[in-house]
T-cell receptor, first 113, second 114 residues
Framework: DAGVTQSPTHLIKTRGQQVTLRCSPK?????VSWYQQALGQGPQFIFQ???????QRGNFPDRFSGHQFPNYSSELNVNALLLGDSALYLC????????????FGPGTRLLVL | AQSVTQLDSHVSVSEGTPVLLRCNYS??????LFWYVQHPNKGLQLLLK??????LVKGINGFEAEFKKSETSFHLTKPSAHMSDAAEYFC????????????FGSGTQLTVLP
């Protein structure tokens, strides 16, 4: 059983560009959450998707947007990249109704130059 | 609002000695509390979780934590450190259950000396 998978593993962009990160949840999970982990800090919650809708959102600007597909996979989009967006982006999946623990993927490391 | 404070950014112990990583939380509701571990270049792994059952929670690899509501603490302990325990540890709180928004502490880097 594959766990949470994310792609790509690494990405380099320049300021002002746009980026799309992808996440496939653990089998049987229907909820996907995205977190940003800056170097030397704990992960910060960006938003959560369930039934293809954004259900919760953290303190991130509208440049951060997402999508969930019918197969429960998800994308995180960041527009107008800033140097400060350089971070490890983590995806976590869970099963909403059972309150099961969130399982994390290995992350995508984004570097903005 | 929920928040977590990890009282030590770095902890260093000798192999075979006890480990104590301290965490205080703030929550308006009955929280769920977790400890996650992050090894270099690897994803986050759940060590243990508290969700209003027994206050002493046992996790993987010999770790355990005790929920103390009066002290708003959830400290992580292990009787005997192993070299493989060296990693970053995060205390995490969620007000609405395991599947909802997680709020992470800033992390404690554990070093295990031979």
């Amino acid at each position: 059983d594959a766990g949470v998978t994310q792609s790509p593993t690494h990405l380099i962009k320049t300021r002002g560009q746009q980026v799309t990160l992808r996440c496939s949840p653990k089998s049987g999970h229907d909820t996907v959450s995205w977190y940003q982990q800056a170097l030397g800090q704990g992960p910060q919650f960006i938003f959560q998707y369930y039934e293809e809708e954004e259900r919760q959102r953290g303190n991130f600007p509208d440049r951060f947007s997402g999508h969930q597909f019918p197969n429960y996979s998800s994308e995180l989009n960041v527009n107008a990249l800033l140097l400060g967006d350089s971070a490890l982006y983590l995806c976590a999946s869970s099963r909403r109704q059972t309150q099961e623990t969130q399982y994390f993927g290995p992350g995508t490391r984004l570097l903005v130059l | 609002a929920q928040s977590v404070t990890q009282l030590d950014s770095h902890v260093s112990v000798s192999e075979g000695t006890p480990v104590l990583l301290r965490c205080n939380y703030s929550s308006s509701y009955s929280p769920s509390l977790f400890w996650y571990v992050q090894h270099p270049n690897k994803g986050l792994q759940l060590l243990l979780k508290y969700t209003s059952a027994a206050t002493l929670v046992k996790g993987i690899n010999g770790f355990e934590a005790e929920f103390k509501k009066s002290e708003t603490s959830f400290h992580l302990t292990k009787p005997s450190a192993h070299m493989s325990d060296a990693a970053e540890y995060f205390c995490v709180v969620s007000e609405a259950g395991s599947a909802r928004q997680l709020t992470f502490g800033s992390g404690t880097q554990l070093t295990v000396l031979p």
